[in-house]
C-alpha cells in the first residue's frame, strides 16, 4: 500500500523533481503551489505526510501548519530557504515533525521521510463503533458479547478506513487498496460492502452515526472515543 505525500510548495521547478522522484521511489503523490486550498486537499486525499514550504502565496507554512496538525494527525516536514535557528524553532514548536532548510540533498530529505513515516505510523488493533468491538489481531468483531461475522474483506475495508479515520477515503481508492483493482471498474462493490457493514454494526443503518457517505466523494469512519 503506498504511502500518499502532498508537495505544498510555490516553486514549480523543485515541486517537479520532489514529485517525480518521490513516486519513483514508490509514493504516491499530490501537489499545491498555493496555501488556498491545504486544508481541502488534506481532508480529501488524506496524505500520510505532508512536506510544507514556510514561504507560499497567500498563507505561509506557519499559519497553515497548525491547520494541516488539526487533531495531530498529519506529519508535516517543513521546507524553506531560511536557515535562522528561530524559524526552525518556531516551525518545530508549533508541531511540525522535521525542517530541511533549502538546498537540501534529496536522499536525505527521502531519509528523514522514512523517519517521520516510522514514528507516526498508526498501529490499529481494536476499534469500538458504538456498542461493536473490533479487533483486527483476531479478526473477531462482536456486539454485545455476539459474533457480527464479518468477511475478511469487511475487516480490510474497515481497516483501511480506520487508519484514515475522519478522512474522506474516494470509493477509486477502496477499490484500488481493498479489493485490488489496477484502474476504477464500473462495479458497485464498495457500496454493496459498506451497506453490508452498516447492517451488521450500526444501530440503525438508516442513520449511520460512524461509517459516513460523502457523496461525490467516498466514505470515512468515525470511531467511538474512549471515555
Known amino acids: 500500500m503506498k504511502k500518499r505525500i502532498l508537495i505544498v510548495e510555490d516553486d514549480q521547478a523543485l515541486a517537479r523533481v520532489l514529485a517525480d522522484n518521490l513516486r519513483f521511489s514508490g509514493y504516491d503523490v499530490a501537489h499545491l503551489d498555493d496555501g488556498a486550498e491545504v486544508v481541502t486537499k488534506v481532508r480529501t486525499f488524506a496524505p500520510d ?9 497567500n498563507k505561509d507554512g506557519f499559519s497553515l501548519l497548525g ?11 517543513m521546507l524553506t530557504a531560511r536557515d535562522q535557528k528561530a524559524d526552525k524553532l518556531e516551525g518545530l514548536e508549533r508541531g511540525a515533525d ?17 523517519a517521520v513515516l516510522r514514528r507516526a505510523r498508526k498501529m490499529v488493533v481494536r476499534i469500538s463503533l458504538g456498542d461493536a468491538e473490533i479487533d483486527f489481531e483476531a479478526f473477531k ?18 481497516l483501511y478506513l480506520a487508519e484514515r479515520e475522519g478522512a474522506v477515503v474516494p470509493r477509486s481508492e477502496l477499490l484500488r487498496e481493498v479489493w485490488g ?11 454493496y460492502a ?12 438508516r442513520q449511520p452515526r ?14 467511538t472515543q474512549p471515555g
Open 210 to 223: 460512524h461509517i459516513h457517505t460523502v457523496h461525490g466523494d467516498g466514505y470515512s469512519l468515525t470511531l
Open 181 to 191: 483493482f489496477p484502474e476504477e471498474p464500473a462495479t458497485r462493490a464498495v457500496d
Open 49 to 57: 505526510l505532508v512536506l510544507l514550504d514556510v514561504m507560499l502565496p
Open 194 to 205: 459498506i451497506r453490508r457493514l452498516r447492517m451488521k454494526i450500526e444501530s440503525d443503518s
Open 98 to 114: 522535521d525542517y530541511v532548510t533549502k538546498p537540501f540533498d534529496f536522499e536525505e530529505l527521502q531519509a528523514r521521510i522514512r
Open 67 to 77: 491547520l494541516v496538525r488539526q487533531g495531530g494527525r498529519t506529519p508535516v516536514i
Open 141 to 158: 468483531a462482536t456486539r454485545h458479547g455476539k459474533d457480527l461475522k464479518l468477511s475478511r474483506r469487511e475487516f480490510d475495508l474497515l
